[in-house]
């Protein structure tokens, strides 16, 4: 396992409620980013565009890393990935957007799983009122 802080992150706020609400559950990655990316790790989940301040959406645990050619997708990849595309050629789209190129079928991508981790609200102490000296 490797160590730090990873980051996957997503341009566009377009996604903070799909995150939010449990609906993205996965991110389609151009190229092979198994080296990146491996089961187990935690990342931060983060929104905000290239070069500029993100928010923190919350921490996840990545639950699989898979790497395939784009006409590989399944339908439930592509649903993970973004809840509102069932046919492959919006993903393909979609992708040569974001990566402002043409992307043909056979190119690999990546489609890294996540679980949001929740933490535990913290405790409370004491009865919330000020304290007082006597």
Not at 107 to 132: C, K, Y
Request: proline letters at 6%.
């Amino acid at each position: 396992m490797r160590g730090g802080i990873y980051v996957l992150n997503f341009y566009s706020a377009f996604f903070i409620d799909q995150l939010k609400r449990g609906r993205k559950t996965a991110t389609i990655r151009l190229g092979d980013k198994s080296n990146k990316y491996e089961r187990g790790q935690v990342v931060w989940i983060t929104v905000g565009p290239r070069h500029s301040p993100r928010e923190k959406i919350f921490t996840a645990v990545v639950d699989d890393v898979e790497v395939k050619q784009l006409a590989q997708l399944s339908r439930r990849d592509i649903e993970h990935d973004n809840p509102e595309f069932r046919r492959l050629d919006e993903t393909k789209r979609f992708l040569e957007q974001l990566y402002s190129r043409p992307i043909d079928d056979d190119d690999l991508v990546t489609v890294i799983r996540f679980s949001q981790i929740v933490e535990p609200p913290a405790p409370h102490i004491g009865n919330g009122e000020t304290p007082h000296h006597n």
